[in-house]
């Protein structure tokens, strides 16, 4: 650890929490909140000198700096509130770094409420998955001043491989929805063009292979397929129902800037339709599995 270490909390020891929290705590002097208590014992057991707050008002009351890493906004905004919240710990000139995939609303009225208590803010969701988080070396989406930002590069660095500033409060949620519609379209795209391509016969591997030396490439043909579908491992790293919430953000936001986003919304209502169908616990790439199913084939080899 540094010699001077940061005293650091953070909220949300989910699926991508868990390894970005793990970096945390062996850069920062850390303490952990979780909703479910026993995940945060056996956290604080599982990484030496973490110590575990019994709620989110102890939490701010510790440290210099939060990370919050929860499924949504609202989810931000209700640990703020209330007898135990966050914001009735928070001390004047610390800061929240809020690395949930949020709504850039939601954040700017939070951020207003920080800033009357004088605490700063910046919404800083994070690209990379688990894998990612666990080698320190996320992107961060980051919105807020040029003073808040500049402090919350220090906070994320022992899970950021890149920090952008995007603009003010609201910027870095507006990025990461707007990303994550993007996967979700290239998701359903290359479900219905894989597919198509096994019932004429032609191999899943060469598929990949040859659309990933092809101008039909994405992130989802040349990563995600052939290391979690044409292996048949599937690991379960990112739910479904947190990447429909994000095609949700995307849309109302172009929706309130007056844009038109006809496959989005397209999108968005299959990912609604297959978040009803899977349930909460779905995985974001079981959308493939259902065109599988739906065709008859099954993308191995
Ligand atoms: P998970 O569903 O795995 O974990 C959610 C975490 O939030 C848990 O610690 C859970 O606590 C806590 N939580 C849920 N609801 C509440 C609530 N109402 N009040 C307090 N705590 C709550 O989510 P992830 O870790 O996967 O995702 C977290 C955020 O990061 C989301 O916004 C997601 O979109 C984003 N993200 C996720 C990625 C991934 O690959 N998984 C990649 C990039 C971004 P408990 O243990 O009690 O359930």
Same mark, same amino acid.
């Given at each position: 650890?540094?010699?001077?270490?940061?005293?650091?909390?953070?909220?949300?020891?989910?699926?991508?929490?868990?390894?970005?929290?793990?970096?945390?705590?062996?850069?920062?002097?850390?303490?952990?909140?979780?909703?479910?208590? +026993?995940?945060?014992? @056996?956290?604080?057991?599982?990484?030496?000198?973490?110590?575990?707050?019994? #709620?989110?008002?102890?939490?701010?009351? #510790?440290?210099?700096?939060?990370?919050?890493?929860?499924?949504?906004?609202?989810?931000?905004?209700?640990?703020?509130?209330?007898?135990?919240?966050?914001?009735?710990?928070?001390?004047?000139? #610390?800061?929240?770094?809020?690395?949930?995939?949020?709504?850039?609303?939601?954040?700017?009225?939070?951020?207003?409420?920080?800033?009357?208590?004088?605490?700063?803010?910046?919404?800083?969701?994070?690209?990379?998955?688990?894998?990612?988080?666990?080698?320190?070396?996320?992107?961060?989406?980051?919105?807020?001043?040029?003073?808040?930002?500049?402090? @919350?590069?220090?906070?994320?660095?022992?899970?950021?491989?890149?920090?952008?500033?995007?603009?003010?409060?609201?910027?870095?949620?507006?990025?990461?929805?707007?990303?994550?519609?993007?996967?979700?379209?290239?998701?359903?795209?290359?479900?219905?063009?894989?597919?198509?391509?096994?019932?004429?016969?032609?191999?899943? +591997?060469?598929?990949?292979?040859?659309?990933?030396?092809?101008?039909?490439?994405?992130?989802?043909?040349?990563?995600? =397929?052939?290391?979690?579908?044409?292996?048949?491992?599937?690991?379960?790293?990112?739910?479904?129902?947190?990447?429909?919430?994000?095609?949700?953000?995307?849309?109302?936001?172009?929706?309130?800037?007056?844009? #038109?986003?006809?496959?989005? @919304?397209?999108?968005?209502?299959?990912?609604?339709?297959?978040? @009803?169908?899977?349930?909460?616990?779905?995985?974001?790439?079981?959308?493939?599995?259902?065109?599988?199913?739906?065709?008859? =084939?099954?993308?191995?080899?």
């Amino acid at each position: 650890m540094h010699s001077n270490p940061l005293r650091v909390g953070f909220a949300g020891l989910g699926a991508i929490g868990t390894p970005m929290a793990a970096r945390c705590a062996a850069a920062h002097q850390l303490t952990v909140w979780n909703r479910t208590t +026993r995940t945060a014992a @056996a956290f604080a057991e599982a990484n030496a000198g973490v110590a575990v707050a019994p #709620s989110p008002c102890a939490l701010g009351d #510790s440290c210099d700096a939060v990370i919050t890493c929860l499924p949504t906004s609202a989810d931000v905004e209700a640990i703020l509130g209330g007898p135990e919240g966050l914001l009735q710990g928070l001390r004047p000139g #610390s800061i929240v770094v809020d690395c949930t995939s949020g709504d850039p609303a939601t954040s700017r009225r939070i951020a207003e409420m920080l800033a009357a208590v004088e605490v700063g803010f910046v919404d800083a969701p994070v690209s990379g998955g688990p894998p990612l988080a666990a080698t320190g070396e996320l992107t961060v989406m980051c919105g807020g001043t040029e003073a808040d930002v500049a402090r @919350a590069r220090g906070i994320v660095a022992p899970f950021a491989g890149r920090v952008v500033h995007l603009g003010p409060v609201g910027s870095g949620h507006a990025m990461k929805a707007v990303n994550n519609g993007l996967l979700a379209v290239h998701i359903l795209a290359l479900a219905e063009g894989m597919v198509t391509l096994a019932r004429a016969g032609v191999a899943p +591997r060469a598929v990949v292979e040859v659309l990933n030396a092809s101008s039909g490439r994405s992130f989802v043909s040349e990563a995600l =397929v052939p290391e979690r579908v044409l292996t048949g491992l599937w690991p379960r790293l990112f739910r479904l129902a947190l990447l429909e919430k994000d095609i949700g953000i995307a849309h109302e936001l172009a929706g309130e800037l007056g844009v #038109s986003d006809p496959v989005l @919304a397209h999108a968005r209502e299959q990912f609604r339709t297959l978040r @009803a169908e899977l349930g909460e616990s779905a995985d974001y790439l079981d959308p493939i599995r259902v065109a599988e199913r739906a065709a008859g =084939v099954e993308l191995r080899g």
